[in-house]
């Protein structure tokens, strides 16, 4: 199982990026993406999540409205496009894969993940 994240990188509060998850070596559509981020000395924060099968969504409360999560089955590839960024959004981001059946029952979980990717960093100029 492999998790690739790509995007992140610097840009000014009000910016957007988008953030790529690649995923291989699992059923794909069997499974919830994640993304979970993490700044220096906070907790881990599970932001938002998809479950293709089902169209199952998840956003936390910090990010609703300004971050959009997708799913392309055909590429096993998860986004996050995540516009009017703040400087609070600055932190690692990572995505994780859980089975959908387990992970829909609390999506911010991140002990429902068994397969992390290595991170991207995102900052955020204020």
């Known amino acids: 199982v492999q998790l690739v994240e790509s995007g992140g990188g610097l840009v000014q509060a009000g910016g957007s990026l988008r953030l790529s998850c690649a995923a291989s070596?699992?059923?794909?559509?069997?499974?919830?993406i994640a993304w979970f981020r993490q700044a220096p000395g906070k907790e881990r924060e599970g932001v938002s999540c998809?479950?293709?099968?089902?169209?199952?969504?998840y956003y936390a409360d910090s990010v609703q409205g300004r971050f959009t999560i997708s799913s392309d089955n055909a590429k096993n590839t998860v986004y996050l496009l995540m516009n009017s960024l703040k400087p609070e959004d600055t932190a690692v981001y990572y995505c994780?894969?859980?089975?959908?059946?387990?992970?829909?029952?609390?999506?911010?979980?991140?002990?429902?993940?068994?397969?992390w990717g290595q991170g991207t960093q995102v900052t955020v100029g204020s």
């Open positions: 994780a894969a859980g089975e959908s059946r387990l992970v829909v029952a609390g999506a911010s979980d991140a002990g429902l993940y068994t397969s």
């Open positions: 070596g699992f059923t794909f559509d069997e499974h919830a």
């Open positions: 998809i479950s293709s099968s089902d169209g199952y969504t």
